[in-house]
Nanobody, 125 residues
Framework: QVQLVESGGGLAQPGGSLRLSCAAS????????MSWARQAPGKGLEWVAGIYSDGSDTYYADSVKGRFTNSRDNAKNTLDLQMNSLNPEDTALYYCAKDPGRVPLLGNRYEYDYWGQGTQVTVSS
């Protein structure tokens, strides 16, 4: 069965960094794009980043471009999101999700096959 498990969330200071990880199992990981989405308190879902199935291309929301880096290790079935220069607006529950094809869905689509449980990121001084 498909399983996605996020980890690495926590409390960070403004300007600080966190690295989120997503461990995937139950499907041919290298054949599918993966994405990150988040939901801030009182807000709707926001697409954050995506990555092509083989990791050759990455995609980012304007709000995180230049600060976040999406990567994957297909040998380990893991997805990572390095988050730098964090600000309070980044506070949210972060989810990793499996895209239905090799190219990630861009923007606020959320037509994913599977979602992880989410990991909480809080940015506060």
């Amino acid at each position: 069965q498909v399983q996605l498990v996020e980890s690495g969330g926590g409390l960070a200071q403004p300007g600080g960094s966190l690295r989120l990880s997503c461990a995937a199992s139950g499907f041919p990981f290298s054949s599918y794009a993966m994405s990150w989405a988040r939901q801030a308190p009182g807000k709707g879902l926001e697409w954050v980043a995506g990555i092509y199935s083989d990791g050759s291309d990455t995609y980012y929301a304007d709000s995180v471009k230049g600060r976040f880096t999406n990567s994957r290790d297909n040998a380990k079935n893991t997805l990572d999101l390095q988050m730098n220069s964090l600000n309070p607006e980044d506070t949210a529950l972060y989810y990793c999700a499996k895209d239905p094809g090799r190219v990630p869905l861009l923007g606020n689509r959320y037509e994913y096959d599977y979602w992880g449980q989410g990991t909480q990121v809080t940015v506060s001084s």
